[in-house]
């Protein structure tokens, strides 16, 4: 129902454009998050945009360099993905939360993802 795509390899500095489209259901009331799993390591939060409100949050490592967006209307979540260094490197999935007591920060709490899609910077 989350299909992320708009991954690919880019060198340090570069720029990246994810897409995540919804499909079999409207995700107008849901929150949606992107995390991200490097090689090795534990998946981790990105960013995250409220359901209302407009509201964002990112993880301090990508804050000023990363912008999430979305567009109810077409039921699609973007991650505009700037300046990026070899660090970011990582599978990148979006998900969705319709649990408004939860964090936005933990993927517990997240109750939709899509496949993933890979994100490699070369130095």
């Known amino acids: 129902q989350l299909q992320a795509s708009g991954g690919g390899l880019v060198q340090a500095g570069g720029s990246l454009r994810l897409s995540c489209a919804a499909s079999?259901?409207?995700?107008?009331?849901?929150?949606m998050g992107w995390f991200r799993q490097a090689p090795g390591k534990e998946r981790e939060f990105v960013a995250a945009?409220?359901?209302?409100?407009?509201?964002?949050y990112y993880a301090d490592s990508v804050k000023g360099r990363f912008t999430i967006s979305r567009d109810n209307a077409r039921n699609t979540v973007w991650l505009q993905l700037n300046s990026l260094k070899p660090e970011d490197t990582a599978v990148y999935y979006c998900?969705?939360?319709?649990?408004?007591?939860?964090?936005?920060?933990?993927?517990?709490?997240?109750?939709?993802w899509g496949q993933g899609t890979q994100v490699t910077v070369s130095s």
């Open positions: 998900a969705a939360t319709n649990d408004y007591s939860g964090s936005y920060y933990y993927q517990g709490d997240y109750a939709y």
């Open positions: 945009f409220s359901w209302s409100g407009g509201r964002t």
């Open positions: 079999g259901r409207t995700f107008r009331a849901y929150h």
